[in-house]
């Protein structure tokens, strides 16, 4: 199962209106070509910081279901963010993180993950619910379920590296085109 | 001391201004500030700044106005996040940034960035007041008109004594 693979599955699974907060380098622009709506958000630098935007979004408006998008080398360049999203307790926040146990876009360098179980250090952390995923068949299984569950709650999704290069072309909207666009998604205007 | 503000009037006058999220990391110049947020239930703790800045981020794009706290130590921390978030995409936030090392007169770890603190604002093309405690008050109105007419973050430095 590879990212592309793996959003295939997931992306039918996700309510209309969720705010979708991807992290940067391949898995934002597998994202948006898998599936893109005005309250989807790309970050497409501050590595690390997609799981505390989502958080803050969340925070924010507590009523508005928020998915992060997130990847092995995100979370482990973050790590506190798991502490601090399981003491804010957010019950609207949901986390997958794609672990392929490597940084894809640079260059496919080994991560850490392997050796270290990021849906235990959630779990240890204090997320409601921490559950692994390895295979197309179980994430189709478990992606409903766990699209609903209560947050905060963490989902690692098993990938292999998919060929060499990018999975999709590069984000197509402005940055601030993409502030814009999420903000009148939920009703502020600039 | 008279002519300080209390952390109760500070607070106060952000809320009067629109400011509506506050999260930061803490520092010893900015304690009664914090103690009199974490007394109203508006602060989150972050453990570092940029994730502080991440968050405040997300409160910015579901229609908060935020404040990040930190102490300059955590400008450091924060310089790829203003750049490649904040900066890139227009995201504006009110810094309120602690000056230790202020005039070269502090704990050793402090100095060299008390020495550039200003002049690393000014690079990264962030707008910033270092008030006297008389001012404080005219420049949050400033940082807030700031925020509204340009959509990028602006900086409050917080002078050692500021706050009571």
Redesign the interface.
């Given at each position: 199962m590879t990212l592309n693979d793996a959003l295939a599955i997931l992306a039918p699974s996700i309510a209309e209106g969720t705010?979708c907060?991807h992290a940067n380098g391949f898995i934002g622009r597998a994202g948006c070509a898998a599936r893109d709506r005005d309250e989807c958000?790309y970050?497409?630098?501050?590595?690390?910081?997609?799981?505390?935007?989502?958080?803050?979004?969340?925070?924010?408006?507590p009523r508005?279901r928020v998915l992060v998008l997130d990847g092995d080398g995100n979370v482990l360049m973050?790590l506190?963010?798991l502490?601090?999203i399981a003491a804010?307790r957010p019950a609207n926040l949901l986390h997958v993180c794609f672990d392929n146990g490597a940084h894809a876009s640079t260059g496919a360098q080994p991560t850490i993950s392997g050796r270290v179980r990021l849906d235990e250090v959630a779990r240890a952390a204090g997320y409601r619910f921490a559950g692994r995923i390895e295979t197309r068949q179980a994430l189709a299984a478990e992606a409903p379920a766990f699209l609903a569950r209560e947050g905060p709650a963490f989902l690692l999704v098993r990938i292999a590296l998919g060929p060499p290069g990018p999975p999709a072309p590069r984000i197509p909207h402005t940055?601030?085109a993409?502030?814009a666009r999420?903000?009148r998604a939920?009703?502020?205007e600039? | 001391m008279s002519g300080r503000p209390s952390a109760e009037r500070v607070v106060d006058r952000l809320l009067a201004a629109g400011f509506d999220f506050f999260v930061g990391v803490p520092c010893s110049l900015v304690r009664t500030l914090l103690a009199e947020l974490e007394r109203r239930g508006l602060y989150l703790g972050e453990t570092r700044e940029d994730a502080a800045l991440g968050v405040a981020a997300g409160a910015y794009l579901a229609g908060r106005t935020p404040v990040v706290i930190m102490q300059n130590s955590g400008l450091g921390v924060s310089l790829n996040a203003l750049a490649s978030l904040h900066l890139l995409y227009g995201i504006p936030a009110l810094l309120l940034v602690t000056w230790r090392g202020y005039r070269g007169e502090d704990a050793p770890e402090h100095l060299v960035m008390g020495d550039v603190l200003p002049r690393l604002l000014e690079l990264f093309g962030i707008p910033l007041r270092a008030p006297l405690a008389e001012a404080m008050e005219a420049d949050i109105e400033w940082a807030a008109a700031a925020i509204r007419e340009t959509h990028k973050p602006v900086a409050l430095v917080v002078r050692p004594g500021m706050f009571e």
């Open positions: 705010v907060v958000f970050m497409i630098g501050s590595m690390g910081l997609a799981s505390s935007i989502g958080l803050g979004v969340a925070l924010a408006q508005r973050n506190g963010t502490a601090t804010a940055p601030e993409m502030v999420l903000r939920l009703g502020t600039r | -």
